[in-house]
């Protein structure tokens, strides 16, 4: 089932976010509110050179990484996360909590403009694919099995994302 409020891309366009010249109207952490920022777009040899193995296998592939083998997954930490293909900050771990999934988790992003989302019907399942609308990059699913107050849980592969320290963004 997919979930109300959240726009559905076509596959591979993130047109719904750009404004003009292709940039994004986004919220910066850093900034303390909405910026527009250019669009990311690269090659399949230049997605290599930057991402590592793993990383190009999640945000390039639409993969998922093994549960419970990300370091983000236990992380207690204030700060933001970003997506580790274009550094979009993606998620506070204001909104973060422990799924026992093996995957970071979240109940709603850092802004509704920070996140894409597309219909996924692999697997001979119906569910709701998260993406960067910056550079397109896979970020993981959606459910609706979350905690108050949104009642969703946004299930993240901690290689798509990096995390910055609260103190470190205020710097």
Known sequence: MLLAGFPILSAGKRAFALAVDNTLKVFSVTEGGYVFMDEVMKSKDEWKKILTKAQYHVLREQGTERAFTSELNDNKEKGTYR????????????????????????????????????????????????????????????????PKPTGLRYCINGVALTFIKEQELKS
């Open 83 to 146: 997506c580790a293909g274009c550094d979009l900050d993606l998620f506070s771990s204001e909104h973060k909590f422990d799924s026992r999934t093996g995957w970071p988790s979240f109940w709603q992003p850092i802004a509704p403009e920070n996140v894409a989302t597309q219909e996924d019907n692999s697997f001979f399942t119906r569910r709701t694919e998260v993406h960067c609308p910056r550079c397109g990059g896979h970020q993981g699913h959606i459910f609706n099995d979350g």
